[in-house]
């Protein structure tokens, strides 16, 4: 099966742009091939690129005090496993402690580093981080894979914590997804939400072999969902006008 998913508000929004941010840079960071190091630098450029302009530790800290006092709530419920809750409601408070440790603006300590902020300056430029504009960056990608992975580890150390809080969140949010079949009349489907409920992510599911993939559009009341269809030679898109069988996910916490 093809899962395509998406957020329904702002903060997760964030949570899954940081999610795959950070995956790629540490699939690349532990690589002997330079190329690779490269590639681990160009998602830490992103990483300091998005902490740079939004305040995104306080919304981290907002949405994980969100989910304490919702998980306190719980205690109250029949059915409730304790020892679970406990463990996450642990899990939130280490999380929330290490991001409060942080007294300064995420990332601001790697983008004030000389040698991070000449390739983060020449990264706007198509080919800026060429050898003959960044030669001590060339020098460095020379160097011995432990070396690279020592500078790039530290370098990602800024972002630990980060990376630990939108791990804990998006596994709740998902561990929360009630799954339904779901059928798109002509290609389309649309649904309302209660207006007491917070819908995070929407997850529609596909035949990996079908070429239909799903645009969803959406806000805390309603989404909606068009189907569409690519020629997986061309790449050609056009929009898919048939009834469409599918699996719905819903993530309401």
Same mark, same amino acid.
């Given at each position: 099966?093809?899962?395509?998913?998406?957020?329904?508000?702002?903060?997760?929004?964030?949570?899954?742009?940081?999610?795959?941010?950070?995956?790629?840079?540490?699939?690349?960071?532990?690589?002997?091939?330079?190329?690779?190091?490269?590639?681990?630098?160009?998602?830490?450029?992103?990483?300091?690129?998005?902490?740079?302009?939004?305040?995104?530790?306080?919304?981290?800290?907002?949405?994980?005090?969100?989910?304490?006092?919702?998980?306190?709530?719980?205690?109250?419920?029949?059915?409730?496993?304790?020892?679970?809750?406990?463990?996450?409601?642990?899990?939130?408070?280490?999380?929330?402690?290490?991001?409060?440790?942080?007294?300064?603006?995420?990332?601001?300590?790697?983008?004030?580093?000389?040698?991070?902020?000449?390739?983060?300056?020449? *990264? /706007?430029?198509?080919?800026?981080?060429?050898?003959?504009?960044?030669?001590? +960056?060339? %020098?460095? $990608? =020379?160097?011995?894979?432990?070396?690279?992975?020592?500078?790039?580890?530290?370098?990602?150390?800024?972002?630990?914590?980060?990376?630990?809080?939108?791990?804990?969140?998006?596994?709740?949010?998902?561990?929360?997804?009630?799954?339904?079949?779901?059928?798109?009349?002509?290609?389309?489907?649309?649904?309302?939400?209660?207006?007491?409920?917070?819908?995070?992510?929407?997850?529609?599911?596909?035949?990996?072999?079908?070429?239909?993939?799903?645009?969803?559009?959406?806000?805390?009341?309603?989404?909606?969902?068009?189907?569409?269809?690519?020629? *997986? /030679?061309?790449?050609?898109?056009?929009?898919?006008?048939?009834?469409?069988? +599918?699996? %719905?996910? $819903? =993530?309401?916490?």
């Amino acid at each position: 099966m093809a899962c395509f998913e998406y957020p329904l508000n702002e903060r997760s929004r964030i949570l899954l742009r940081l999610e795959y941010i950070f995956a790629r840079i540490l699939h690349y960071l532990p690589s002997e091939v330079s190329w690779d190091s490269q590639a681990a630098i160009a998602g830490l450029v992103e990483a300091a690129n998005l902490f740079s302009r939004t305040d995104l530790k306080s919304e981290l800290l907002k949405e994980i005090d969100r989910n304490l006092n919702g998980m306190k709530r719980l205690n109250q419920l029949p059915g409730v496993d304790p020892q679970r809750l406990q463990e996450t409601l642990d899990s939130l408070t280490q999380v929330q402690t290490s991001l409060l440790q942080h007294s300064k603006q995420i990332g601001l300590d790697l983008r004030e580093d000389d040698f991070f902020k000449a390739i983060m300056q020449r *990264s /706007t430029i198509p080919g800026g981080t060429c050898a003959f504009d960044l030669p001590l +960056f060339h %020098l460095w $990608l =020379s160097k011995p894979k432990a070396l690279r992975i020592q500078t790039l580890s530290r370098w990602f150390d800024e972002f630990s914590a980060v990376n630990d809080s939108v791990k804990l969140l998006l596994g709740i949010y998902r561990g929360s997804y009630v799954m339904s079949e779901a059928v798109a009349a002509e290609g389309y489907y649309q649904q309302g939400f209660d207006a007491g409920q917070t819908t995070q992510l929407v997850s529609v599911e596909l035949p990996s072999d079908c070429d239909i993939f799903p645009e969803v559009s959406g806000n805390r009341h309603r989404m909606s969902i068009r189907f569409r269809k690519v020629d *997986s /030679t061309t790449l050609e898109i056009s929009t898919h006008v048939e009834d469409l069988s +599918f699996r %719905l996910g $819903l =993530s309401v916490i």
